[in-house]
């Protein structure tokens, strides 16, 4: 079973299927590269081996078996009565997790591995897909998911261990705290150790002295935190005590009964923070408190702008203006390196999403009414998404430009969130635009670049910038929440935990050390301390939408079915960037196919 090594996936396939094989097993690549899993199929077959005890031996080894299914398939006797059933009982003991993947239409129902779950979503067989792509890509992000839950298994196999040392020696369990390892739960460790130690003698104690120092916070990858939460049942439930969640998995987590509610005596708190309701609420009942609200904001070379006779980029035109002019002429910095005006995000973090939500909201006067309360008909809805879209994965096409065969930029189709830190920390890119729970990691990332010796870079941060011909600014909103999971061990305590963190001291403690606070208070106070104008940004943010001049309520929505929808939608915009670029489709035909896609998956897949 699963280790400390990749993840091992065993394909099984007919050798007639080897088109279907060799794209899927592109896509399968990439998570490879990221060392997530280690895929094996015959292909890897030495001369001279015996062949039939290699497969038999990697079948066995296997932690993950995909089984390619397809008339062809089944009618393989060496798949039949060889691999089949070895597969079975691997997953009847739980050796290995089994997926189906269904190729073409075929009797698969009747056979014994109908009783796993399928992919594609659906059983669809991939042949009938109108974007085989798409359906390669959902296949891989489901493996990717099982790896990451593997993973997580044996990071928990090894927690129990830790566990059951301390449980000698305090004869009870820890308390555990469960984020993303970023800078707002890294914040929220910071803050609640120092109070531990009693260097911020002015805050609140701690309410947790009985447990001493028998606290243990977990912070992971945000990929392994979501696989997490999908695959966790209400009876194995969440081993931790407080668990920071994207606040669009509350109502997946709650109709699941992953979290429990929240003491009604934290419902004090609720006017001190923003968008308190909207992020922690689930049917009018409270089951989380935010850890960290976050919007986007524009962070700029202005250094470069202002050489190059640049505008700052505050109106949408300006936005692309910029990217049109990078284009006619070049951009270098002070030592001759060229400067990409921008990097769109990859299909490796759903920042993606947001990508294209800023040219939805930047673009089209009429997204209060998908956004908003009253939903349009699909058709009408798709109809209002056009133009945004056009202007998205044209911008793709333009970018595309940029990419450095050398490595020196990362492509954009490629890219992940930390890549674009990264890259405008280096001096890299002109603008790009990032959430302020980023902040932290980028001052640390140009304070290391200046280190380095390369010159300080003068960065601005700006608000969003605002609507083609609109006096107004569309944001996001985003964030996590802090949750009691059902199986708790202290959920007391964890409710006490709450409590003392959504004190407006240790709010502003918790703000110093690079948390994202929602509390009122503590970001209006930041308006002028954040180094660039990133507070100002943030809270020009607020005020649209405190005065109506922004509409997030697609984003907000915490449904059940939500992440699934803007996964297959991410997919797809994948997909359609990609055919941009390469040139294969034009962005209006790209941009029809997308709003398609959009209507059928996303719209129509939230009720």
Same mark, same amino acid.
């Given at each position: 079973?699963?280790?400390?090594?990749? &993840?091992?996936?065993?394909?099984?396939?007919?050798?007639?299927?080897?088109?279907?094989?060799?794209? @899927?097993?592109?896509?399968?690549?990439?998570?490879? $590269?990221?060392?997530?899993?280690?895929?094996?199929?015959?292909?890897?077959?030495?001369?001279?081996?015996?062949? %039939?005890?290699?497969?038999?031996?990697?079948?066995? $080894?296997?932690?993950?078996?995909?089984?390619?299914?397809?008339?062809?398939?089944?009618?393989?006797?060496?798949?039949?009565?060889?691999?089949?059933?070895?597969?079975?009982?691997?997953?009847?003991?739980?050796?290995?997790?089994?997926?189906?993947?269904?190729?073409?239409?075929?009797?698969? +129902?009747?056979?014994?591995?109908?009783?796993?779950?399928?992919?594609?979503?659906?059983?669809?067989?991939?042949?009938?897909?109108?974007?085989?792509?798409?359906?390669?890509?959902?296949?891989?992000?489901?493996?990717?998911? &099982?790896?990451?839950?593997?993973?997580?298994?044996?990071?928990?196999?090894?927690?129990? +261990? /830790?566990?059951?040392?301390?449980?000698?020696?305090?004869?009870?369990?820890?308390?555990? @705290?469960?984020?993303? =390892?970023?800078?707002?739960?890294?914040?929220?460790?910071?803050?609640? /150790?120092?109070?531990?130690?009693?260097?911020?003698?002015?805050?609140?104690?701690?309410?947790?002295?009985?447990?001493?120092?028998?606290?243990?916070?977990?912070?992971?990858?945000?990929?392994?935190? @979501?696989?997490?939460?999908?695959?966790?049942?209400?009876?194995?439930?969440?081993?931790?005590?407080?668990?920071?969640?994207?606040?669009?998995?509350?109502?997946?987590?709650?109709?699941?009964?992953?979290?429990?509610?929240?003491?009604?005596?934290?419902?004090?708190? $609720?006017?001190?923070?923003?968008?308190?309701?909207?992020?922690?609420?689930?049917?009018?009942?409270?089951?989380?408190?935010?850890?960290?609200?976050?919007?986007?904001?524009?962070?700029? !070379?202005? =250094?470069?702008?202002?050489?190059?006779?640049?505008?700052?980029?505050?109106?949408?035109?300006?936005?692309?203006?910029?990217?049109?002019?990078?284009?006619?002429?070049?951009?270098?910095?002070?030592? %001759?390196?060229?400067?990409?005006? =921008?990097?769109?995000?990859?299909?490796?973090?759903?920042? &993606?999403?947001?990508?294209?939500?800023?040219?939805?909201?930047?673009?089209?006067?009429?997204?209060?009414?998908?956004?908003?309360?009253?939903?349009?008909?699909?058709?009408?809805?798709?109809?209002?998404?056009?133009?945004?879209?056009?202007?998205?994965?044209?911008?793709?096409?333009?970018?595309?430009?940029?990419?450095?065969?050398?490595?020196?930029?990362?492509?954009?189709?490629?890219?992940?969130?930390?890549?674009?830190?990264?890259?405008?920390?280096?001096?890299?890119?002109?603008?790009?635009?990032?959430?302020?729970?980023?902040?932290?990691?980028?001052?640390?990332?140009?304070?290391?670049?200046?280190?380095?010796?390369?010159?300080?870079?003068?960065?601005?941060?700006?608000?969003?910038?605002?609507?083609?011909?609109?006096?107004?600014?569309?944001?996001?909103?985003?964030?996590?929440? @802090?949750?009691?999971?059902?199986?708790?061990?202290?959920?007391?305590?964890?409710?006490?935990?709450?409590?003392?963190?959504?004190?407006? $001291?240790?709010?502003?403690?918790?703000?110093?050390?690079?948390?994202?606070?929602?509390?009122?208070?503590?970001?209006?106070? /930041?308006?002028?301390?954040?180094?660039?104008?990133?507070?100002?940004?943030?809270?020009?943010?607020?005020?649209?939408?405190?005065?109506?001049?922004?509409?997030?309520?697609?984003?907000?929505?915490?449904?059940?079915?939500?992440?699934?929808?803007?996964?297959?939608?991410?997919?797809?915009?994948?997909?359609?960037?990609?055919?941009?670029? !390469?040139? +294969?489709?034009?962005?209006?035909?790209?941009?029809?196919?997308?709003?398609?896609?959009?209507?059928?998956?996303?719209? !129509?897949?939230? =009720?």
């Amino acid at each position: 079973m699963a280790s400390h090594r990749s &993840i091992t996936v065993f394909v099984s396939y007919a050798h007639q299927d080897e088109d279907h094989h060799r794209r @899927l097993a592109e896509f399968l690549r990439r998570l490879e $590269e990221e060392r997530k899993i280690d895929a094996w199929d015959d292909r890897a077959i030495q001369p001279g081996t015996d062949w %039939g005890e290699e497969i038999a031996q990697r079948l066995r $080894e296997a932690d993950i078996i995909l089984l390619l299914v397809s008339e062809n398939f089944l009618a393989s006797k060496y798949v039949r009565d060889r691999e089949i059933p070895e597969a079975l009982k691997l997953a009847e003991t739980r050796s290995a997790t089994l997926v189906p993947v269904i190729l073409e239409p075929c009797d698969w +129902q009747s056979q014994p591995f109908a009783r796993w779950q399928a992919m594609p979503p659906k059983a669809a067989p991939v042949s009938e897909w109108p974007d085989r792509d798409s359906a390669y890509a959902l296949v891989a992000q489901r493996v990717g998911a &099982i790896a990451d839950s593997l993973r997580a298994g044996v990071i928990e196999a090894e927690g129990d +261990q /830790r566990q059951r040392q301390r449980q000698t020696v305090y004869r009870q369990y820890p308390f555990r @705290l469960l984020g993303e =390892d970023y800078d707002p739960f890294r914040a929220f460790e910071q803050v609640f /150790r120092r109070v531990e130690t009693g260097e911020f003698g002015r805050l609140p104690p701690l309410p947790l002295r009985p447990l001493g120092d028998r606290v243990e916070f977990v912070g992971e990858e945000y990929q392994t935190i @979501l696989s997490l939460l999908r695959h966790s049942g209400p009876l194995a439930g969440l081993p931790y005590d407080l668990a920071a969640i994207p606040y669009p998995l509350l109502g997946q987590c709650v109709e699941r009964g992953l979290i429990q509610p929240l003491n009604d005596r934290l419902r004090e708190h $609720e006017n001190d923070f923003l968008w308190w309701s909207e992020m922690g609420t689930y049917e009018g009942r409270l089951y989380g408190v935010p850890l960290s609200a976050l919007t986007m904001v524009l962070a700029v !070379r202005e =250094d470069l702008l202002e050489a190059n006779g640049l505008p700052r980029p505050d109106r949408w035109e300006d936005y692309l203006g910029i990217v049109d002019a990078a284009a006619a002429r070049p951009i270098v910095d002070g030592a %001759g390196r060229p400067v990409a005006p =921008d990097l769109l995000q990859g299909r490796r973090h759903v920042a &993606i999403w947001y990508d294209w939500l800023n040219h939805l909201y930047a673009c089209d006067a009429n997204d209060r009414e998908i956004y908003g309360d009253s939903l349009l008909a699909p058709d009408a809805a798709a109809e209002t998404l056009r133009q945004g879209t056009l202007s998205y994965l044209s911008l793709a096409g333009k970018l595309a430009r940029h990419a450095d065969g050398r490595g020196e930029i990362p492509h954009y189709a490629v890219a992940n969130w930390d890549d674009g830190i990264e890259q405008f920390a280096r001096g890299r890119l002109l603008m790009h635009f990032l959430f302020t729970d980023a902040l932290e990691t980028l001052r640390l990332r140009m304070q290391a670049t200046g280190a380095s010796g390369d010159r300080a870079l003068k960065v601005r941060f700006l608000p969003m910038p605002r609507a083609a011909g609109l006096p107004t600014r569309h944001g996001h909103v985003e964030g996590w929440v @802090l949750c009691v999971p059902s199986r708790a061990h202290y959920p007391e305590a964890a409710n006490d935990v709450l409590d003392w963190f959504l004190d407006l $001291e240790v709010q502003r403690a918790y703000a110093l050390w690079g948390g994202a606070s929602a509390h009122r208070t503590v970001i209006e106070e /930041r308006t002028d301390v954040d180094g660039g104008g990133a507070g100002r940004a943030f809270w020009q943010s607020v005020e649209d939408q405190a005065e109506g001049r922004a509409s997030v309520g697609l984003v907000k929505y915490k449904g059940p079915g939500v992440m699934p929808a803007v996964e297959r939608v991410v997919a797809n915009l994948y997909d359609a960037v990609l055919a941009v670029a !390469r040139g +294969q489709q034009s962005a209006e035909q790209a941009t029809h196919q997308l709003i398609w896609k959009v209507a059928q998956r996303l719209l !129509r897949g939230l =009720d």
